[in-house]
């Protein structure tokens, strides 16, 4: 397996761009848009980032197809975007375990810094016991021998029982050495014990995907993050970091209450067409380039896409001299 440098600081949950269809085609609307992923590689790395995470919950892979999610991840492993950063994180993550391995094979042939796995979502065909998820885990382990693995715990793909409560599981599996690629987690619950004997006792290395938790998490240790509000706060909670360093924990605070309002009220509506819109405003302004403001939701209405035109507006009044 190659070495797997361990994480630190931020690692951006990267958007996955997307353009309307030039052939206008009713059945396949919007496509990706792999042509602003030079700018926009280049607008995370001066704001702070030290790596992405691409092709997970923000970066839509539910609703594209396997081959978009290998041209989505060809683009981030291209050498001139691979050089800008210390990481670039693929999730593989799916229903079907012959694409889950082939898009881990590609990511693996082209110098991913890791591949990153969920669970299967549905419980009909999902491991739910201990046995079955650590035989699932061992499964992509084995198959992708070359490639540090992380799994990507959150609600949703996690089995709520586990979600909170991985150590024992992962534990049994790693003493029985069934998962030899497993290097860490992207570590999207706010059970912070659990993620903390994780990181303690195992040797794993923890980036937590809470973004308005960063404070809490410092404070017991922590100092890797993965998240989506990254894309535009960055250098606001790399500022956080450095204050943490320094035990300037009451300038930490104050910022991170009005981080944590801020990320309260881009959630409130719509928030990842609304997160992709603020985020274009400062792409357009810095490189002249879009992430696209439409997505492939085929369920989103008009009040919905005009409810966060108008989150925007007060976003920005309010909170835009945070944004980097």
């Not at 992709?276 to 009040?303: C, H, I, M, P, W």
Request: proline share 5%.
């Amino acid at each position: 397996m190659k070495p797997f440098i361990p994480m630190k600081g931020i690692q951006v949950a990267a958007i996955t761009p997307f353009k309307r269809n030039p052939e206008n085609n009713p059945h396949q609307p919007y496509t990706i848009d792999t042509s602003v992923i030079e700018h926009y590689s280049s607008y995370l790395s001066q704001n702070g980032a030290s790596g992405v995470f691409v092709g997970g919950v923000t970066g839509d892979f539910t609703i594209l197809t396997t081959e978009e999610r290998l041209d989505l991840q060809a683009a981030w492993l291209q050498t001139s975007i691979r050089s800008k950063l210390n990481h670039v994180i693929i999730h593989i993550g799916g229903p079907f375990f012959e694409d889950v391995i082939k898009l881990g094979v590609h990511a693996s042939e082209n110098s991913a810094s890791a591949v990153a796995i969920t669970f299967p979502s549905f419980p009909a065909h999902a491991p739910q016991t201990e046995t079955h998820l650590i035989e699932y885990l061992s499964r992509v382990s084995f198959a992708l021998p070359d490639i540090p693995l992380l799994i990507y715990n959150i609600s949703g793909t996690t089995p709520s029982h586990y979600v909170n409560n991985l150590y024992p599981l992962l534990k049994k599996a790693i003493d029985g050495n069934k998962v030899p690629t497993l290097v860490g987690l992207k570590y999207s619950s706010t059970n912070f014990i659990d993620a903390f004997e994780l990181k303690t006792y195992l040797g794993l290395d923890i980036a937590i995907g809470c973004d308005e938790q960063m404070l809490a998490a410092c404070a017991m240790g922590f100092t890797s993050f993965i998240g989506s509000t990254y894309n535009i706060f960055s250098k606001k909670f790399n500022h956080i970091l450095s204050l943490m360093e320094t035990g300037n924990t009451r300038e930490a605070s104050e910022l991170s209450q009005r981080l944590f309002t801020a990320i309260r009220t881009i959630t409130s509506v719509c928030y990842k067409l609304t997160l992709r819109k603020v985020v274009n405003k400062s792409l357009q302004a810095k490189f002249g380039v879009s992430l696209g403001d439409e997505t492939k939701y085929s369920f989103l209405t008009d009040d919905d896409v005009a409810s966060s035109d108008k989150l925007v507006e007060t976003f920005m009044k309010d909170f835009g001299d945070l944004i980097d």
